[in-house]
């Protein structure tokens, strides 16, 4: 890396040229450079690796329930801030904009629902938990517009930026906007480690340290399941545990999340990146490594503050290299979870799997848009007649891809409680009040359209032309 360090000083200048970044955006795009360049990676012994305790992840069954008294719930919702990572956009899902406007349910967006569920809080128990979200540059005007038809709401809004870094040209190793790319596309949001310094830059973090506000709960804005959860804030607050991280039992849809260690005495994440190549197996096997980080993060604020004052916060750095338009670029990325081996008495707490709803793709949204789930009060919540504690595998051709291709494919939506898994290739469409159960899996074949017809039920059928109905 002796070349490398050389590249620093160049690097350095031309930074100091970008009058786009702020002074703290500078030194920390710097910091993080200067630690990728110095290949500073914390090297992992797999022989020191130990499985972390009932102390250290707590099983949620064994965390005491909050009394019925509603003095204690509005004590605890007094110090909590709620923050939602919203610097995604849907273009994966073939939507312009922030991925937290697509709808979900009946109408509501991922942004609506969390507004709700804020809303019923604050009214039920006459609180003020402010709603934070964290944007990128690429979804920051837009939220700003969104947000506006909440004025009304009993919830305030708050709205910060991330960073905004420059991509680093990998042959030469300059900013790509001191090349004259000063398109978006020359810049990058650095990954979701950067809530900490972004939150305290943004002067939001001394504010609601100011309002008695004592622990944030970070979460994706496309996790349905991230809802508050007051018997994991009485934990924390009765333990002073200044981080919390929610981990749910792996699947075999799971096996790459990153899970918790004990490792010298500290908790910490471990990615599969982090792992040696004779030891991913094992990492992916749900037998040592059990559970997964479900992104669910509850953190004190005081130490947030402290921690990224005294740059403490050294989080394992995921080097995401690219080509855009044809030049090779460099990104480099944090994530928050990584940050937990950074704060006092941190744990990690074992939660049902109804805390994670990721929606990731169009067949998420079959799911949660399907007699699986109901809403009530902004919460999707599982339907009871589901004996099966996994969801339905469900697995959509890339005619489905887009969220508009994917919502004139259905008249509506199918019943799907008593499905086990659903495979759908090639142009296909379905009716109304089609009813699924078992195994089904349906394929059209190439250059032709396969309409299942209204109220179909399909058990155990592998359906391959009209003449399988």
């Known amino acids: 890396m002796a070349a490398a360090t050389e590249k620093l000083p160049q690097l350095k200048s ?9 002074v703290n955006e500078k030194s920390g795009f710097i910091n993080l450079v200067s630690r990728y360049l110095s290949g500073e990676a914390q090297h992992i012994e797999w022989s020191k690796i130990q499985t972390p305790t009932d102390e250290i992840v707590v099983p949620y069954d064994k965390m005491a329930n909050v009394s019925e008294d509603a003095s204690e719930t509005k004590y605890l919702l007094d110090k909590l801030v709620v923050l939602k990572l919203n610097g995604g956009l849907g273009t994966t899902m073939g939507c312009t904009g922030p991925k937290s406007v697509i709808e979900v349910r009946d109408g509501l967006t991922f942004l609506d629902l969390i507004v709700i569920q804020i809303e019923n809080l604050n009214n039920k128990y006459g609180c003020k938990v402010p709603l934070v979200l964290m944007n990128s540059f690429n979804t920051h005007d837009d939220t700003q517009k969104i947000v506006e038809k909440y004025t009304n709401s009993n919830v305030d809004i708050h709205t910060f930026n991330q960073s905004k ?23 990058y949001p650095p990954g979701h480690g950067d809530v900490f310094p972004s939150l305290m830059n943004s002067g939001k973090l001394d504010a609601f340290l100011s309002q008695g506000k004592e622990y944030v709960f970070v979460a994706n804005s496309d996790n349905l399941g991230a809802i508050v959860d007051l018997k994991i804030l009485k934990h924390l607050i009765q333990n002073k545990n200044e981080y919390c991280m929610e981990v749910t039992p792996k699947t075999l849809a799971d096996v790459k999340g990153g899970t918790l260690i004990s490792y010298e005495g500290k908790v910490q994440l471990l990615e599969i990146a982090q792992v040696p190549d004779e030891h991913v197996n094992e990492f992916k096997s749900i037998e040592k490594f059990k559970i997964f980080n479900t992104n669910n993060l509850w953190v004190n604020l005081k130490a947030i503050k402290k921690l990224v004052e005294a740059d403490a916060l050294k989080m394992e750095i995921i080097p995401n290299p690219k080509e855009v338009d044809g030049v090779k670029v460099l990104q480099l990325e944090t994530a928050a979870g990584a ?22 793709a169009t067949s998420d949204l079959l799911l949660v848009q399907s007699d ?9 919540t599982r339907n009871k007649a589901r004996t099966n504690p996994t969801n339905p595998a469900i697995e959509l051709g890339p005619e489905f891809k ?12 199918p019943s799907i ?30 250059g032709t359209k396969l309409e299942i017809p209204d109220n179909a039920a399909l058990e155990n059928k592998d359906i391959n032309g009209p003449k399988d109905l």
């Open 402 to 413: 887009k969220v508009a291709s994917f919502l004139s494919r259905f008249k509506s939506i």
């Open 372 to 380: 699986l789930y109901t809403l009530v009060d902004g919460f999707v």
């Open 165 to 187: 870094y420059p991509r680093v040209v990998a042959d030469e190793f300059v900013p790509w906007p001191s090349k004259g790319k000063t398109d978006k596309d020359g810049w």
């Open 339 to 360: 940050a937990i081996r950074f704060f006092d008495n941190a744990i990690g707490v074992n939660v049902p799997r109804s805390r994670f709803l990721p929606v990731k």
């Open 14 to 22: 031309a930074v100091d040229g970008l009058t786009e970044m702020s």
């Open 417 to 446: 409680v008593e499905l086990d898994s659903l495979k759908v290739s090639g142009d296909v469409s379905f009716g109304s009040s089609v009813v699924l159960k078992g195994k089904v899996s349906v394929k059209a074949n190439s």
